[in-house]
């Protein structure tokens, strides 16, 4: 383990990266040579101090950049040839990597054709943003995949995990039935040859995965195509349990491994983690900056929070740091997220369902007993009974953390809350959550982009769908309208649509984070148009955002959203 107090001494730093170089030349070619051709190694490790000297040296703006650039020969022989070339006095860092490596090139900016609706824009988008990649060249971070596949936009390159299920709700609204078939193809994929979902389809990505929404996707489809689907994805939707609940069969009370803890009470919950505790290849820079300005703190733990905060979606956050000021304080390892356990909660649901419609009845049964068992652990521990909202568990504390977020309306979201509570979580969000332009992330204004004011396509729809689910109709409406005025003033501004909006006003993208306000964007593009059906009837649908918000009766709702 690096020594925090090494990051202040840049020679001994510089110097140890030398040596264990010299060290990686000697075992890579064995490591190498006893690895199965489909893993992946992350560039960082590839390349060493070479992949470690060029994000120091702030080559380019965006550290993702060199993370996704590609070697143009074997990365030991580049190595090799850095560790002679780079104490010449005329070395040049730059011309070396262009020499070396072939980069991302900059997509050309999307121009919309004059006169296009909002619903238009969007159809139009879908060709645009698709990619194939179903070769990849051995030394490239993208790990290919057997279908085509619909990206985000801007600096993502490729696909993610928990963004695609938001992005094919989109895609099943434009009839694109097949893109989500062929999405669905793909994470089973994933699960079948690493496992799990990883974050997205890059080797840097595969120590962690996102929110398991795979459960949602295979339903999606299965509404579409029938119950096959459920049969057919049985396997990979039980692998994908097992991957977030290993560990869990030897755990006492009190303790935790990986990606799943023992309360005191007994309860089994989950949680988010990394595998790795080392800074994140693509934004390897400011991760080593966060450990050096926190030198009370095991660099380590610093990364592997880091790490395990991007596996939630919500990087960066408040929700996981002691001082909302300090992102050194992350210890997102050391609680239990109200969203990751309802997630996981549908997950159970899910293969329950699977397994009667494949005739077994016995598998059925115990996993709707696992889904009532987190169910009540989730009651138990999970609810701020002072607040009145649902929240995270801290490890630490031993205590339900006061925060409220947007995290709160998943238990709506997939049914898993009690109607009283599920009145209570409705009244903290009209009170504190829904603000002019949508569901704001956070009630804290950090500076991080998954804090206040920004909001976030999916969890608007995750608190439309979930407050509709429990009668909550008006205040359903309210997130939907205010969030798709945001959107379409916006498009009407500035024709394109973004990953994030600031909910404080209507009109205006997020800010706040690691990187600059990217367009595009495909989860922010499937909510909408799912949205634009909320807000018309359906035998008169819309292209754009209606004159006048519909009246909706506060009562209970004649037919609950579709999830």
Request: charged share 25%; hydrophobic share 35%; proline share 7%.
């Amino acid at each position: 383990m690096i020594r925090p107090d090494l990051h202040r001494q840049r020679p001994v730093f510089l110097a140890m990266q030398i040596a264990l170089g010299g060290a990686l030349l000697t075992l890579l070619p064995s490591v190498y040579a006893a690895e199965p051709q489909n893993i992946r190694q992350s560039p960082d490790v590839v390349l060493g101090p070479l992949f470690s000297d060029v994000q120091s040296a702030k080559l380019f703006p965006d550290q993702k950049t060199f993370a996704d650039a590609i070697p143009k020969g074997d990365p030991l022989m580049i190595l090799a040839d850095y560790r002679m070339q780079r104490t010449q006095t005329s070395f040049d860092l730059r011309h070396f990597v262009n020499v070396n490596f072939e980069l991302p090139k900059e997509g050309e900016t999307y121009v919309p054709p004059e006169g296009q609706s909002l619903r238009e824009h969007i159809d139009g988008l879908w060709p645009v943003l698709t990619r194939t990649t179903d070769q990849a060249s051995r030394w490239d971070s993208l790990l290919p995949l057997p279908k085509p596949y619909v990206v985000p936009g801007g600096r993502f390159r490729e696909v993610y995990y928990w963004d695609s299920y938001f992005t094919m709700l989109g895609l099943a609204e434009s009839g694109h039935w097949d893109k989500v078939e062929d999405m669905v193809a793909n994470f089973a994929w994933e699960i079948d040859n690493w496992g799990h979902i990883p974050n997205g389809n890059r080797s840097y990505y595969l120590s962690r995965s996102q929110p398991p929404f795979f459960a949602f996707m295979v339903e999606l489809l299965a509404s579409e195509k029938g119950d096959e689907v459920l049969k057919n994805y049985l396997p990979q939707l039980e692998k994908e349990y097992q991957y977030w609940m290993d560990g869990a069969d030897g755990l006492q009370n009190g303790q935790a491994n990986k990606r799943v803890v023992k309360l005191d009470d007994g309860s089994v919950l989950n949680r988010y983690w990394d595998d790795k505790d080392t800074p994140r290849p693509e934004s390897w820079l400011d991760d080593v900056t966060t450990a050096r300005n926190n030198p009370n703190r095991p660099a380590t733990d610093i990364y592997r929070d880091l790490r395990s905060a991007a596996a939630s979606g919500w990087d960066f956050s408040s929700r996981w740091m002691d001082d909302p000021r300090q992102l050194g304080t992350i210890r997102t390892t050391s609680i239990v997220p109200i969203d990751l356990n309802a997630l996981m909660f549908k997950l159970e649901k899910v293969i329950a369902r699977a397994s009667q419609a494949s005739g077994d009845s016995a598998k059925a049964q115990k996993f709707e007993a696992l889904a009532m068992a987190r169910q009540k652990a989730m009651e138990a521990n999970l609810w701020n009974d002072k607040e009145g909202w649902y929240a995270d568990y801290d490890l630490k504390t031993k205590k339900v953390r006061n925060q409220l977020t947007a995290a709160a309306l998943f238990p709506l979201y997939v049914n898993a809350a009690a109607r009283d509570r599920a009145d209570k979580v409705a009244s903290a969000t009209q009170a504190h959550l829904l603000k002019p332009g949508g569901l704001t992330t956070t009630t804290v204004n950090s500076g991080q982009q998954w804090d206040a004011p920004n909001g976030w396509a999916p969890l608007q729809w995750v608190a439309t769908a979930g407050l509709k689910n429990y009668d909550q109709q008006k205040l359903a409406m309210d997130v939907t309208w205010r969030f798709l005025s945001n959107v379409q003033h916006t498009w009407d501004r500035e024709k394109k649509l973004v990953e994030k909006y600031d909910v404080s006003t209507t009109g205006t993208g997020g800010g706040g984070g690691e990187y600059p306000l990217q367009d595009g964007f495909g989860w922010t593009n499937g909510v909408t148009l799912s949205m634009l059906d909320l807000v018309c009837p359906k035998e008169n649908p819309c292209d754009s955002l209606p004159a006048t918000q519909p009246v909706v009766d506060a009562g209970p709702a004649q037919q609950k959203v579709a999830q």
